[in-house]
């Protein structure tokens, strides 16, 4: 009973981290940044969740299967989301405003100039 | 305890759903995607949690290996687009 309590909790905590990143990816004004919300809150979320489950569930089968998701989405959901970043930052005709730092800007122009 | 589970992953998915709806751009219609499919991992583990049957938890191995590799294919087609 304690075990089902504490992934319950862990079930909430990991869905309130998705409804922040919800909350960001709606009220953020770029596509940028609604990337950023996505994945650091989503990537958390999905983690605690599942964990949570894992400790919730007694089959070993269920188990393994939730930690293989665990490291599975652990390990592809940053690798997804850099990916996606740079295409929409080479893209053209997409609004994306990098006001104070733009490392890939500078690391471009050298590559290309020389 | 399950009813708050289910009400805050339904008020995500409905923002996420609005974000695919009015996303001027297709990054932000992937990103909208991305967390819908999200919210569903996060269900399926409640589903099992709840029920006590876990028949459903591989689907949601096989959820994560397509949302990577959607995301990764479209983030393909968009830079060849781009450039």
Redesign the interface.
Known sequence: MSR?LI??VA??V???L??L???G??RFPD?LT??HA?SKA?TL??SI??L??AV??T?I??IT??L??TV??AA??P???T??M???Y?????DNRVDTVDELAEAVASEVSP | ??V??LI??G???S??A??LIIGP?L??R???L??LL??G??LL??L??ETGR?SY??V??LL??V??LG??M???F??G???
């Open positions: 089902h992934g319950e079930l909430l990991g869905a309130l998705i409804l990143a919800a909350v990816v709606l596509a609604r990337m996505l989503s979320g999905v969740a599942l949570g489950a919730a569930r089959d089968n269920d299967s939730l293989f998701a599975l989405q592809t959901n690798v997804a989301s990916l996606l740079q295409a929409t080479y893209a053209e005709g997409i | 305890m399950i708050a589970v805050v992953l008020i995500a998915a923002l996420f609005v974000r751009t990054p932000d992937v990103v909208a991305n967390g999200i919210v991992m996060v583990a409640e099992a949690v876990g938890l591989p949601l191995v994560a290996v949302g990577f995301t990764a479209i983030a393909r968009l830079e687009r781009g450039r």
